[in-house]
């Protein structure tokens, strides 16, 4: 089953940054691909950004334009970059894969900004 381990999350002012990223393991990484799920209190998961196998990326219209979603194959690795943070960004964030089913949610990072 794949694993994911989330980090990089945190306490950022408003307009701020933060870089978080998803450790991956239990399946082909390369030809996989991933994104970000969050989920903010009292809220459903929702998803932000994708990112294939190739490198084409995905948004959701609120991050577009301040998140970049990457990927770095020798390290298994998927990174979100959050610049312009704001308040609404204030959620757990969670790695995830639509390659295969067998996965389950990590731990998620917290990311709180503060206006």
């Known amino acids: 089953q794949v694993q994911f381990v989330e980090s990089g999350g945190g306490l950022a002012q408003a307009g701020g940054s933060l870089r978080l990223s998803c450790v991956v393991s239990?399946?082909?990484?390369?030809?996989?691909?991933f994104g970000w799920y969050r989920q903010a209190p009292g809220k459903q998961r929702e998803l932000v950004a994708r990112i294939s196998p190739g490198g084409s990326t995905n948004y959701d219209d609120s991050v577009k334009g301040r998140f970049t979603i990457s990927r770095d194959n020798a390290r298994n690795t998927v990174y979100l970059q959050m610049n312009n943070l704001k308040s609404e960004d204030t959620a757990a964030y969670y790695c995830?894969?639509?390659?295969?089913?067998?996965?389950?949610w990590g731990q998620g990072t917290q990311v709180t900004v503060s206006s």
């Open positions: 239990e399946i082909t990484f390369s030809t996989s691909a």
């Open positions: 995830y894969t639509p390659s295969t089913s067998a996965w389950r």
